[in-house]
């Protein structure tokens, strides 16, 4: 016997639940709507469609919830912090070496030092508006440096609450820097506005983390040699080749020992780590990094092209906060916030 057409419309409406849910209760659900119906009636009622799309919506919402607190996301949450705890802290170590070259080559003083040298990858030289502040041009990223490097330590020893906690004191400390060194080159400043936000997505990831594995745990054997080898990748040019007066061919370029190679490296972790861990784990790695790589690009583009005769570092610096806080801040609001919900409206679906 072929079903009534307000049977296949009711049974249209409940293709909005999740297959498992469908699979279980779907014949009674069309058994109860179909009885209360009127005789003759060819539509489900307003009332009934909205009520069934809502509990619909509201139950698949509740099962990704839980598949969003699932060990899987964990996973990926502890390794992305982990890795961009390493980026950051390997960066402030760069940067932290750099000053004290530039400071050692002036015997400690501050003629010639190029005015960003402790601010690696700032894009621009120069000595003005230094003053006496050799000091704090290295204490700043060596600060960093050190709290940066802690987080990660912390998380490769499996201590996962104080992973956490470090990890929002250098979110702190990183946002410190902002104030610093605007103070000292209010333009340059502007190319570190990302940072800040990515330290507290990392912040972020290691609470999302905490009942989860360590990184290297997840990673296994192979994968935590490979991220182990990143590492000494970027160190090992900031220690040693970047020093080298010997000029390197073209293969063994600054971008191939500082970015390409850590980053192929770091991949290679990646994959190492098991089959559901690898794509959740690019995809928040990926959510990450667009706002700053945008803020970078618009920031080279308007400053290096000398684009910004007349324009006041205040407002560069408000247009580089904007690009690179906002995707990041929906991206956060939207992952904690709607996780949240989630739940919630998980449970009046199953309720």
Not at 100 to 126: K, Q
Not at 170 to 194: D, E, M, Y
Not at 322 to 340: D, E, I, K, Q
């Amino acid at each position: 016997m072929s079903a009534s057409p307000l049977e296949r419309r009711y049974r249209r409406l409940l293709r909005v639940y999740p297959a498992g849910h469908r699979a279980a209760y779907e014949e009674e659900m069309v058994g109860v709507l179909m009885s209360g119906a009127a005789p003759g009636r060819r539509f489900p009622s307003p009332a009934d469609a909205v009520d069934l799309l809502g509990a619909g919506l509201t139950a698949r919402l509740g099962w990704s919830a839980r598949a969003l607190r699932g060990p899987g996301w964990r996973d990926a949450a502890t390794l992305t912090g982990f890795a961009l705890a390493l980026m950051l802290a390997t960066d402030a170590i760069d940067a932290f070496v750099d000053g004290l070259r530039a400071w050692l080559s002036t015997g400690g003083g501050t003629d010639g030092w190029p005015a960003m040298s402790a601010g690696r990858g700032l894009g621009v030289s120069g000595g003005d508006g230094l003053g006496a502040g050799g000091g704090l041009l290295i204490a700043e990223p060596g600060i960093r440096a050190l709290a940066w490097s802690a987080v990660a330590v912390a998380a490769v020893a499996g201590l996962r609450r104080v992973t956490a906690v470090l990890a929002g004191v250098a979110a702190l400390a990183q946002i410190g820097t902002i104030a610093f060194w605007a103070g000292v080159a209010p333009w340059q400043s502007v190319r570190l506005t990302w940072t800040p936000a990515v330290a507290v997505l990392v912040f972020g990831a290691f609470l999302a983390a905490a009942p989860g594995r360590p990184p290297l745990r997840v990673l296994g054997r192979s994968g935590s040699w490979l991220a182990g080898a990143a590492v000494v990748a970027v160190l090992g040019w900031t220690l040693v080749l970047a020093d080298l007066s010997i000029p390197l061919p073209a293969p063994l370029s600054a971008e191939m020992f500082d970015f390409w190679l850590p980053l192929g490296l770091g991949a290679a972790a990646v994959t190492c780590a098991p089959r559901g861990v690898r794509s959740r784990c690019a995809a928040l790695f990926a959510a990450v990094v667009v706002g700053p790589l945008t803020m970078l690009a618009w920031w080279d583009a308007l400053v290096l092209d000398e684009a910004t005769a007349g324009v006041a570092p205040g407002r560069v610096t408000a247009g580089a906060l904007a690009l690179t806080l906002v995707p990041l801040a929906a991206l956060t609001l939207g992952v904690v916030g709607g996780w949240g919900r989630a739940g919630r409206f998980g449970e009046w679906g199953r309720g």
